[in-house]
């Protein structure tokens, strides 16, 4: 069997709410969203360490935006998904579906 690696939960979730925010993408929203999403506490030190992973892995690019005085002179950094980041994101969930898929009569039983 090949060896497939597959995303991490924490990366699937900031994968899917980068998909979910599309060019509105960016630190403290991604954390909105998850936390909207999913219910989950998300520190800003965790996602930065996620998307740098990520970005390593070639699977995000990300862009710093003009700096705000809003922000205190802080940009945001704007994250999109590649084409590979996208293909990782269908691999993962197909695997995914095929595991759960037949579970859901026995998890009616239990």
């Known amino acids: 069997m090949a060896d497939k690696s597959f995303l991490g939960e924490f990366?699937?979730?900031?994968?899917a709410a980068v998909l979910r925010l599309g060019d509105a993408a960016y630190g403290a929203a991604i954390v909105k969203e998850i936390e909207?999403?999913?219910?989950?506490?998300v520190s800003g030190g965790s996602l930065y360490v996620t998307l740098d992973r990520l970005e390593a892995k070639g699977l995000?690019?990300?862009?710093?935006a003009d700096r705000s005085p809003r922000r205190g002179?802080?940009?945001?950094?704007?994250?999109?998904v590649t084409p590979t980041g996208l293909a990782a994101v269908r691999t993962g969930r197909e695997a995914m579906l095929n595991l759960w898929r037949g579970i859901e009569e026995t998890l009616e039983k239990a």
């Not at 990366?11 to 994968?15: A, I, P, S, T, W």
């Not at 909207?36 to 506490?41: A, D, I, S």
Request: a positive charge.
């Open 36 to 41: 909207e999403q999913t219910g989950r506490e």
């Open 60 to 64: 995000i690019t990300s862009r710093m």
């Open 73 to 80: 002179g802080r940009p945001k950094r704007f994250v999109r």
């Open 11 to 15: 990366e699937q979730m900031v994968m």
